[in-house]
């Protein structure tokens, strides 16, 4: 089993819908939850980060915790074309500074 | 500020030829990362280095890979002997001392293609 599962998708929404994008993660040690978004033949883009349980919100980008269920997620309101991109979900623990990624949901907005 | 700051972007060798990739990190970053991105999977950690010391490289091959960042100039990767399975997008991230469980910024990457 993977430390950290996504669903590779793809996603097709229409311009304007809410976009939920998850993650589930089996190890209980980790604390602090990352989202990057990728385009193409491109690097990951730190969009968000939160440490521990709770909701962060950065704009249209909400990010979400629980961590009783071992659960992320990642809002995206109000979707633009130019949100079209893959995006990771991370993860890390207290002790070290190694991150766990997803493999990425690929998202399509569509004008 | 600049960016993560990586080169060559694109690299083609031939088998058991060496790669060296190579990574300049924000300025005032004194952490930096090695990732490889292989199709159709996600960033695995390779190596987490700091200036003169590697500090974890659990996720490097046992051979082959070599990776330091000297006192000065940039953070090296290096692969000698390369084969086919090597070929990846290789990126590398930093990050500063006193957030870095939580923000690490990647660069462009290298991608890597061994003929």
């Known amino acids: 089993q993977k430390e950290v599962e996504q669903d590779p998708g793809p996603l097709s929404v229409p311009e304007g819908a809410i976009v939920s994008l998850n993650c589930t993660y089996s190890?209980?040690?980790?604390?602090?939850f990352m989202w990057y978004r990728q385009y193409s033949r491109k690097g990951p883009e730190l969009l968000m980060y939160?440490?521990?349980?709770g909701n962060k919100e950065d704009g249209r980008f909400t990010a979400q915790v629980d961590k009783s269920s071992k659960y992320i997620s990642l809002f995206i309101r109000d979707s633009q074309p130019s949100d079209s991109a893959t995006y990771l979900c991370?993860?890390?623990?207290?002790?070290?500074?190694?991150?766990?990624f997803g493999t990425g949901t690929s998202l399509t907005v569509i004008p | 500020n600049a960016g993560v700051m990586q080169n060559p972007r694109h690299l083609v060798r031939r088998r058991g030829q060496e790669a060296r990739l190579r990574c300049s990190p924000m300025?005032?970053?004194?952490?930096v990362y090695w990732y490889r991105q292989l199709p159709e999977e996600g960033l695995k950690f390779m190596v987490y280095?700091?200036?003169?010391?590697?500090?974890?490289e659990s996720g490097m091959p046992k051979e082959r890979f070599s990776a330091e960042f000297p006192k000065e100039g940039p953070s090296i990767l290096r692969i000698q002997q390369v084969v086919r399975g090597d070929s990846a997008a290789y990126f590398c991230?930093?990050?500063?001392?006193?957030?870095?469980?939580?923000?690490?910024?990647f660069g462009p990457g290298t991608r890597l293609l061994v003929l």
């Open positions: 991230a930093s990050s500063p001392p006193n957030l870095a469980r939580e923000t690490q910024y």
């Open positions: 190890n209980s040690a980790f604390q602090y």
């Open positions: 939160t440490y521990s349980s």
């Open positions: 991370a993860m890390s623990q207290n002790t070290g500074n190694q991150f766990y």
């Open positions: 300025k005032g970053h004194s952490h």
């Open positions: 280095l700091q200036k003169e010391n590697i500090i974890d």
